[in-house]
């Protein structure tokens, strides 16, 4: 019998190789989509596992469409997955194209483009902070004097990424450099020339992701992450920790909202990652949801921490297969994300643990020489590790002790603005 086709859009990033890596395992023929700048960096790892590839240009989703639905068509495809953040529009269209198990196209732009979001949270109940959409300088200057909103607040680009141009703005001064770094932040497919921003009021709180399977409309949450992140007005993520157990009615009214937010932005099959700030009085304020699982590593320390084959679960997902959500182990992980204490040239990056026990995932994404940026977006972080044991208390002093053991050095050197790199 044979068995039938994967299709990936964009295979790039530890995750994506993941699920390449468990579909090509389990005998399906693996295909991906990608653009012709972005198949240059497939290494021998990936294409190896590939049965092919077709290269589209993402930036013009309907022709993508119509390319790849005839790709897949011709391939025998019978599953349509992506990890990328940007694609998660498409491969609800796509789905639906092929008729195979995907998420409601008619309701995907909610969980891509944040003005959409904000306007479906609040149509279908669920908590989200104040916002409002400022299409040029003087909506801004409204919206700033909005007496529901106030200082301070978050001036974010609608569709960008990975905290790409989101600042915390204290009040009127830093307004309008924000809304230019918004502006500036142009998604990964998108080619700029958009003065809309947000304005969202500023929620206090700790902040947390909740890491959730859809199989035919019915979601399993697999674990609450923690999520670390810097302070000021640039919030760079520095780590991620999982499973969180919350006070039980804390728990309950957070996946209360974080099941709405799912429903609004139609999740039917597959993940999300839904983010959320939980306040002093326990209430629960939903941030952003994306179709898709989450980056950062989280399904590692998924995989690690619970003993849940995330990627073999997502592929029985897309496949319309009974998948496995039910985890096999109780411990605890972390990842812990390096950042340059400053902008310029690296001269040398040392300390980082080596892949071994409890240490299953490292990954350094710089090189000596390269240009490095004071943490501004996510896209600024040079490395990672993961650290899993068996109690939080002792994942998190040896993730703590490990980190103390990095040691960076840098270089003053003029160094081009770059915060408003969209990267994952
Ligand atoms: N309304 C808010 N109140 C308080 N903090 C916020 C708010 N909106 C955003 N933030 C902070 O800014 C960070 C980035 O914002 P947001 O998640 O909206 O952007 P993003 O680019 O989609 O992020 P990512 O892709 O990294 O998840 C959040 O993780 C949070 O720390
Ligand atoms: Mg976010």
Known sequence: ???????????????????????????????????????????????????????????????????????????GVGAV??????????????????????????????ARDKAAMAEAFTAAGVRVPYTVLARDDSELQAALADRRGGFPCV??????????????????????????????????YASGGDSRVLVQAYVAGAEYSVESLTQDGTTTHLAVTRKRVTGGARRVETGHSLP?????????????????????????????????????????????????????????????????????????IALGRPAAFAPTSCGYATVRFVTSPRSGRLTSLSGLPRTGPGVPFVRCRTTIGAIVNEPGANGHRLASFVVTGSSATEVEERADAQFRQIRIQVEPQPVPDSSARADR
């Open 244 to 316: 969180v157990s919350l006070p039980p009615a804390v728990q309950a009214a957070v996946y209360q909202e974080v099941e709405t937010a799912i429903q609004a932005a139609g999740v039917r099959h597959g993940a999300s990652h839904t983010e959320v700030i939980v306040g002093e009085d326990g209430r629960c304020t939903v941030i952003e949801i994306g179709a898709r699982l989450a980056g950062g590593q989280i399904g590692v320390l998924i995989q690690h921490a619970l003993g849940i084959d995330v990627w073999s679960a997502l592929l029985d």
């Open 81 to 110: 997955l992506t990890v990328n953040e940007y694609l998660t529009e498409l491969a609800a269209r796509l789905c639906a194209e092929l008729g195979v198990p995907g998420n409601d196209p008619g309701r995907a732009q909610a």
């Open 155 to 188: 001036v974010k680009p609608l569709s960008a990424a990975g905290s790409a141009g989101v600042t915390v703005v204290n009040g009127p001064v830093g307004a309008a450099e924000a809304a230019d770094s918004a502006r500036a932040a142009v998604g990964m």
């Open 1 to 75: 019998m044979t068995l039938p086709g994967v299709l990936l859009l964009d295979a790039v990033g530890p995750e994506a190789g993941f699920l390449a890596e468990a579909a090509a395992v389990r005998g399906h023929k693996v295909h991906a989509a990608t653009t012709a700048a972005a198949y240059t960096g497939y290494g021998p790892g990936l294409t190896g596992v590939l049965a092919g590839h077709i290269v589209t240009d993402f930036a013009r989703p309907d022709r993508a469409l119509a390319e790849l639905a005839a790709y897949a068509r011709r391939r």
